[in-house]
């Protein structure tokens, strides 16, 4: 079955470094999106990708969708205590149903202020 | 607000004794989600309703069984809890379209222990 790997498993930054979280997929994905989730919370939604190559931005974030729609990353600038938490890709292969989502391991990312 | 409740919070239960988690949503979508997360780990899915229509995961045990009475309610009922069972489990919900994947909404979720 379709499998979404991510890494690191662990980041720890010091506040105002910037992170990288890779996303790769063994199958070819029709989106990928990114959630966030806080110690002790749910997870919430970043942003979707949709198109090959593609690249968005929110404020000190960076997400990018690769050529091949297998892989993606999240990058953020500047890192703040705010970033703290775990944050997950998840991608959705073609002619799944409903949208279900693959999620990967995540990547925990620690800001020491 | 529109929004995905879970009830209750936290729930405590005995090995093998029956529970019942209850989701709520006010967003009126198709899609309602049964996750399972265990410490550091991504949401595992258990199983989604698109309207009324149930899709069981593969590898879901046969003891985790979901009703869907309307629109806005889901249940996720535990019918024989294992110690291996004791997890958050996350309700979700989304708009639904064939082979298309919106933006899930997850709730607070519910932290289960197994005693």
């Known amino acids: 079955g379709q499998q979404v790997m991510q890494i690191p498993q662990y980041q720890h930054v010091q506040e105002g470094e910037d992170f990288t979280t890779y996303c790769n997929s063994s199958t070819t994905l029709s989106n990928i999106q990114w959630y966030k989730q806080r110690p002790g919370g749910h997870p919430v939604f970043l942003i979707q990708?949709?198109?090959?190559?593609e690249v968005k931005k929110q404020k000190r974030l960076t997400f990018q969708f690769g050529e091949a729609k297998k892989n993606s990353s999240l990058h953020i600038t500047a890192t703040q205590t705010t970033d703290v938490g775990t944050y997950f890709c998840a991608g959705t292969a073609g002619g799944t149903s409903y949208g279900k989502l693959t999620f990967g391991q995540g990547t925990i990312l620690t800001v020491h202020p | 607000d529109a929004m995905v409740i879970q009830n209750p919070r936290y729930q405590v239960t005995q090995f093998g004794k029956p529970v019942t988690l209850s989701c709520s949503q006010t967003?009126?979508?198709?899609?309602m989600y049964w996750y399972q997360q265990k410490s550091s780990q991504a949401p595992k899915l258990l199983f989604h309703?698109?309207?009324?229509?149930?899709?069981n995961e593969a590898d879901t045990p046969d003891n985790f069984q979901s009703r869907r009475p309307n629109t806005s309610f889901c249940f996720l009922d535990i019918r024989s809890p294992g110690l291996g069972d004791a997890a958050m489990y996350l309700c979700?919900?989304?708009?639904?379209?064939?082979?298309?994947?919106?933006?899930?909404?997850f709730g607070p979720g519910t932290r289960l222990t197994v005693t």
């Open positions: 979700a919900t989304s708009r639904g379209g064939s082979g298309w994947a919106y933006e899930q909404y």
């Open positions: 990708l949709v198109k090959s190559g």
């Open positions: 967003l009126n979508h198709n899609v």
């Open positions: 309703y698109y309207d009324k229509d149930f899709n």
